[in-house]
């Protein structure tokens, strides 16, 4: 295999960028830029003693495809042969290491031993001589068993060193900017705002550590853990990426990074190895007991664990260090690929079953994430529901936490707030609902399953609102092609169940059809000799399911999408599916078969824009709450009209503003500052992430407003 070629440096205008390339909740994966290259993340910085090489920086480079690693520059400037060379020749070379060199600064060393001999200029001074990429202040160490006074007094003193350490740093030097106080959620999130805003000549922090971390994972209180990085991400700037400072286990990965958890640093493959345990995505297993190997890996393959053991101290050290790099790289890369498919919360789920602490850390979340405590972390959970792209395609496993999982709790309190009971029925009467047809029995595709029944209910009684009893709880008719509730996937006997009244009554409570009659359609129970009208009710319901999902997925009044859709006609695939909507003869929007949401056309786009009457939204502006604000829009500045109204991705950077209930994965308009139509297209991004990201896509445009200008 040929050599790794060295990194390109990054252009000078990315330098200490960070792109979010992909997110699902508050897991991202991204690329941070520096002059050795940008890295990838989630990633680990492998910590490289430069006293004890277990593993050569370039055989990580080469072998183990990291592009960044971790090394302490008190430990380099201690020592004086290592700290002239370091000056002399620059880290990279004394490190031997082509990629991005990340320093701490002798704050873990002031925890461990009580003091350091340098002052706080003075090590970001030596770090930015030593030509590293991303250097760290000297913040002060809050232990979590400090005094609510003393961790007052670490975070304060971190804070007055901030500038401090940005000016020393300069233009070249990127740093990290550490947060601190212990086991306070409201001094985590002072933290992280002070940290945050700090600005030097030239710029602020370009990351920030979540610091005094590392005796909590000693002990394994995971929950405190959680809770610590849940209250600083609250108060964090969400275009920087944050890392759990001295954490690396690789079975705390999948959670940390559901809860958005950018970077790991850790020593661990190395300490580990020399104290003969093994890393495992599940946990850690000593070498001494095994027979057999419980989780192989490229450096273990070909060796028996007698083998290993028989080996002298530095060759079984080495190896079981390269495993554990390994490991660790491999866990890392499947997190990476659960978020680009969307199942990130579904492995931490599963990865919290492998310990009691981190079993009851995920319970805790759970709790939360249902009902979020008031304070920082109640505000960075309803932070991380709201960015869950509620649709998503493939299977919906089912299993004992499913309730809790992000995208499906935003599902659900986007369907409680947004469905409305439809305003006229297919004989043109309106009025209330006269009683609710309860689909039970019957599995997804529902269309197939139940449509003769759903059909014969609706003509005997035309006010009759039609929901399907699932195992997630009951959903309108209307969205029976939506995910989650169409992809569950479980054994077949879950769609028997039958659900007891106060269950359903409950469930229908939160419709707002409390105290309406309910009768139960099962499959197989149609009249055929009711077969009359079915052509009015197919349309009425067809109707029905466009103005929920135009309500529920992009916040248009039914009210509204009525007026729209009165004049429709649609076309169907061969399945009978709805493909194309068309409404006065024009396609205006097409539901998409993969996940059951929506995808509009130019027409579409132009008449949903036409329903808005506040202003283009605007960083800043007050924002009114209503539960229908129309199709959420960004509001870009004139000079990337050109080039987004014929079609180009919106980039971040140049949007004035976003509407607040901009959703990642769903429908957006795209508008200038005078609320005309430039594009439309799928968001990428909350609209905290517009108005923060300086680099990646704001929006993936479908199609420009002003092609053939
Ligand atoms: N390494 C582990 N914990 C810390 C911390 O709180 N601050 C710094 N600078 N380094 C660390």
């Known amino acids: 295999m040929d050599a790794r070629p060295d990194p390109e440096p990054c252009r000078d205008q990315d330098l200490g960028l960070f792109e979010v390339t992909k997110s699902d909740g508050a897991a991202r994966i991204g690329r941070f830029y520096t002059r050795h290259g940008s890295f990838t993340t989630p990633a680990l910085l492998p910590v490289v003693n430069p006293n004890i090489l277990t593993i050569e920086p370039m055989e990580m480079w080469e072998e183990f495809g990291i592009e960044a690693l971790i090394t302490n520059s008190y430990v380099i400037w201690k020592n004086e042969e290592l700290r002239e060379s370091a000056l002399e020749e620059g880290i990279h070379s004394l490190l031997n290491f082509p990629g991005a060199i990340v320093t701490d600064s002798g704050t873990f060393q002031s925890y461990v031993y009580g003091d350091v001999e340098v002052s706080p200029e003075e090590i970001v001074q030596f770090q930015r001589e030593m030509g590293v990429d991303i250097g760290?202040?000297?913040?002060?160490?809050?232990?979590?068993?400090m005094t609510r006074e003393q961790l007052e007094k670490a975070v304060d003193e971190t804070a007055e060193r901030a500038i401090p350490?940005?000016?020393?740093?300069?233009?070249?030097?990127?740093?990290?900017?550490?947060?601190?106080g212990?086991?306070?959620?409201?001094?985590?999130?002072?933290?992280a705002q002070i940290m945050g805003l700090a600005e030097g000549q030239d710029k602020g922090f370009a990351i920030h550590p979540i610091g005094g971390i590392v005796p909590l994972m000693e002990q394994q209180r995971y929950r405190e853990l959680f809770r610590i990085l849940l209250a600083s991400r609250a108060a964090l700037p969400p275009e920087r990426p944050v890392h759990l400072f001295g954490c690396g286990h690789p079975?705390?990965?999948?959670?940390?990074?559901?809860?958005?958890?950018?970077?790991?640093?850790?020593?661990?493959?190395?300490?580990?190895?020399?104290?003969?345990?093994?890393l495992t995505p599940e946990g850690t297993v000593k070498l001494e007991s095994l027979q057999e190997w419980t989780f192989t890996s490229k450096s273990l393959f070909g060796y028996t664990?007698?083998?290993?053991?028989?080996?002298?101290?530095?060759?079984?050290?080495?190896?079981?260090?390269?495993?554990?790099?390994?490991?660790?790289q491999a866990e890392l890369s499947r997190c990476r690929e659960a978020i680009r498919s969307g199942t990130i919360w579904e492995l931490a789920e599963q990865r919290s079953h492998c310990s009691p602490q981190l079993r009851d850390a995920f319970i805790w979340i759970q709790d939360q994430l249902s009902e979020p405590d008031e304070g920082p972390v109640g505000e960075s959970v309803l932070r991380l529901i709201s960015s869950c792209d509620p649709l998503r395609d493939g299977g919906e496993p089912i299993g004992d936490d499913i309730e809790y999982r992000p995208h499906i709790l935003h599902m659900h309190a986007l369907l409680a707030t947004r469905w409305r009971v439809p305003g006229s029925w297919w004989d043109s009467s309106t009025g209330n609902p006269k009683r609710v047809a309860l689909v039970e029995g019957a599995s997804p595709p529902w269309r197939h399953s139940i449509l003769q029944e759903v059909m014969a209910s609706l003509v005997e009684e035309p006010r009759t609102v039609v929901m399907i009893a699932t195992p997630l709880g009951v959903i309108p008719f209307s969205l029976e092609d939506v995910s989650p509730w169409c992809h569950l996937v479980g054994p077949d006997d879950m769609w028997i169940g039958e659900y007891d009244d106060e269950e359903i009554q409950a469930s229908l409570s939160e419709f707002g059809l409390?105290?309406?009659?309910?009768?139960?359609?099962?499959?197989?129970?149609?009249d055929e000799s009711k077969a009359d009208n079915f052509e009015s009710v197919q349309d009425w319901l067809d109707r029905c399911s466009i103005v929920d999902k135009l309500a529920v997925l992009c916040s248009v009044h039914p009210l509204e999408s009525c007026k729209i859709t009165k004049g429709i006609s649609v076309r169907r695939s061969r399945t009978k599916r709805v493909i194309n909507v068309l409404s006065d003869g024009e396609h205006v929007l097409s539901p998409r078969l993969t996940d059951g949401g929506i995808s509009l056309t130019l027409a579409g786009?132009?008449?949903?824009?036409?329903?808005?009457?506040?202003?283009?939204?605007k960083f800043g502006a007050d924002f009114p709450d209503e539960v229908f604000s129309g199709i959420p829009r960004i509001c870009i500045i004139d000079d990337a009209i050109p080039f987004v109204g014929k079609g180009r991705n919106v980039i971040h950077g140049y949007s004035l503003g976003a509407d607040p209930?901009?959703?990642?994965?769903?429908?957006?308009?795209v508008v200038d500052s005078n609320g005309s139509l430039v594009a439309h297209g799928t968001s990428l991004s909350t609209a905290l992430d517009v108005a923060f990201m300086r680099k990646g896509l704001a929006v993936k445009v479908r199609e420009g407003a002003m092609k053939g200008v």
């Open 251 to 278: 079975m705390l990965f999948p959670m940390a990074i559901a809860l958005g958890a950018d970077l790991f640093d850790s020593a661990a493959y190395a300490i580990f190895a020399r104290d003969d345990r093994i």
């Open 605 to 617: 786009a132009r008449r949903l824009n036409e329903l808005h009457t506040s202003p283009p939204p």
């Open 136 to 145: 760290t202040m000297l913040d002060v160490f809050g232990r979590p068993d």
């Open 165 to 180: 350490s940005l000016e020393m740093a300069g233009g070249t030097l990127l740093l990290n900017g550490p947060i601190q």
């Open 514 to 526: 409390s105290g309406i009659p309910v009768t139960r359609i099962s499959p197989g129970e149609a």
């Open 305 to 328: 664990p007698d083998q290993v053991r028989s080996m002298d101290d530095k060759a079984r050290c080495r190896i079981l260090a390269q495993h554990n790099l390994e490991v660790t």
């Open 182 to 191: 212990g086991l306070h959620d409201d001094l985590r999130a002072q933290s």
């Open 661 to 669: 209930h901009l959703i990642p994965g769903q429908p957006c308009l």
